[in-house]
Structure formats: C-alpha cells, structure tokens
C-alpha cells in the first residue's frame, strides 16, 4: 500500500497528504474513496487473517491482530482448573500448575488458519498434570488425538492451526526416554509368559516408568524405539527361552530365541526391539518365556528396558 500518487490532482505534497491552509492559499489533499477503501479492506484482512472482527468503535484492533499474527503475545496461566483459550491468547502460553492440575481448551482449529500458540511448563511439581485438550472433533497432528499432555517443568510445544479442523506440531521440548533395569535375579517359570521386574532405572526424563509395577507409561503419544534384553542364567539343553514387549497386557513383539545345548553356556541375553506407536496413557512391559524353568541374570547391562519417544 503506498500514497495514491498516480491519481490527478490530489494535492499531494513531497508525497503526503496536506491540509487546507487559508493563509497561503494552499489547498487540502483529496483522499479518493477507491484509495480509503482499499486502506480498510487491508487492515480488516490482517484482522480476519488474525480471528478478529473488525469494529470501527476500536483504534488498537490492527496493533493486536499483528501480535496475533506474529505470536507475540503472552498468556500466563497459574490457576487450578479448567482455561478456555481463544485467538486473543495467540502467542507464548506459559503455564504453572504448582497450584494443582491444570486443564487447557484450545479454540476451534478452522477459526484458527495460521494462529499459533507455543506452550511452556514453568513450575517443577511433576505430580500435578498440565492437559492441553482439543475442541470437539479436531485433530492433532492429523491423528484423532484428543490432548497432549507438558510432562515437567521447560517441557514445551508450539502448535499451528490450519484453518480446517487441525493443529499441526511445529516443535517439542519434551524428550520422552527411560532406561530401567533388574537389580535382584528373578525365577521365571516354565511355560509361562512372565513379566520382568525391573526395579531399577539410570534415565527417566518425563517420570513415566515406575519400577514398583515395572511399566513405563507413556504421557504423550507417539512413535517410540523400544529395546529390551532379557539374560537368561544357565539355558538347559534342548530348551528355548526369549523376552517380548507387552503393551497395555498383550504381546506385540517377541524377541530372539535362546537355544540350550549340549555345550552348557553360562548365560544369553534375548534382545528385542521394535518401534510402536503408543497413545497418552499406554503402558508398556518387559516378559520372558522359557520351556523349561530359568533364572535370570540382573545387572543394568544385561536384562534391561529403554525406551525413547522418536516422533
């Protein structure tokens, strides 16, 4: 947008507009109506593109859909409860749930084509939940996902609506990863799928194993590498043994097959691998299977669970 130079006979002065001035003569600039129009159609653009509606009442609505615009602005959020965001909290949303769980709404996606809000947990009390909750059947991530979940303190994520019904991720802070392990052997019995205890743990960013049920928890959802061994002490002849990942109570990998021999070996670690996407509350499990009974090996290098969040 620039001054209507091209128009005849404006009045136009080293490119401005003027006023009328009686004591010099001088006559005012003219503002076309096409050149006024245009002004306020491109100011109520910039207001649509922001959510906003335009009201002629109000002289600051261009500075505030420009914040909007640029996710400029800051939103903070202390109370316990539910909050119900709108487009005017576009922008850093920092949130502090020392107080207690907090509940976050987002707006509907299709008002929100472009507008962006980027998360952040400032409080360090990991036992109190921050929910960020979509609204009616919008998606996250192109996937039917109802919430997404700040698991600790600087856990943060910036999220984009499209305008149709989605909010895209443009970025993540939190890493999701744990390693635990078995500290004390373990009698597996025969024929029996049984989980692994693991007690013990050298690495759990978001607090999502809990090595009293022996199960990592998943807070937020995604694709996840899962790798675990089992060690099996002394395998019998002619019997096989092998871990396997349980998710939410049922198998969906089995690992390598231990196979004893007439050569006794001292011990062998099953290993097993997969990547698996999991939901927000889905929890996953070490097992081992032997024909015959066995015990295991424990150490943080041999029977073991990790597990990192890769998407």
């Not at 136009?12 to 159609?41: H, K």
């Not at 194993?209 to 019998?236: E, M, W």
């Amino acid at each position: 947008m620039d001054f209507p130079k091209s128009v005849p006979g404006i009045g136009l002065v080293n490119g401005q507009f003027v006023d009328e001035d009686a004591t010099t003569g001088r006559v005012g600039s003219l503002i076309p109506a096409s050149w006024g129009n245009s002004i306020t159609q491109e100011v109520i653009a910039a207001l649509v593109a922001a959510g906003m509606v335009a009201d002629e009442t109000k002289s600051d609505q261009l500075r505030d859909a420009i914040l909007r615009l640029a996710a400029t602005g800051v939103t903070s959020i202390a109370a316990a409860g539910v909050t119900n965001l709108t487009a005017a909290n576009c922008g850093l949303v920092l949130v502090n749930a020392a107080a207690g769980n907090v509940t976050i709404n987002l707006p509907a996606a299709n008002a929100m084509n472009g507008l962006r809000f980027n998360f952040v947990r400032i409080d360090n009390v990991p036992a109190n939940s921050v929910t960020i909750n979509r609204t009616s059947t919008d998606t996250i991530d192109g996937v039917v996902l109802t919430s997404f979940k700040l698991v600790g303190q600087y856990d943060r994520r910036a999220i984009r609506g499209n305008g149709a019904g989605t909010w895209y991720t443009e970025s993540t802070g939190f890493s999701s990863a744990c390693r635990a392990y078995q500290n004390a052997t373990q009698s597996i019995s025969a024929a029996t799928f049984t989980k692994v205890t693991l007690q013990a743990k050298t690495l759990d960013n978001g607090a999502e194993f809990d090595t009293a049920t022996y199960r990592f928890t998943a807070k937020q959802a995604g694709l996840y590498q899962v790798n675990g061994g089992v060690s099996i002490a002394s395998p019998g002849n002619g019997s096989g043994y092998f871990g396997a990942i349980y998710v939410n109570g049922a198998l969906v990998e089995r690992g390598t097959s231990i196979q004893g021999s007439t050569n006794p070996m001292i011990q062998a670690v099953s290993m097993v691998s997969a990547q698996i996407y999991l939901n927000a509350g889905d929890y996953v499990e070490l097992y081992a299977y032997g024909d015959a009974g066995f015990s295991t090996t424990s150490g943080s290098a041999v029977t073991r669970l990790s597990l990192a969040r890769i998407q």
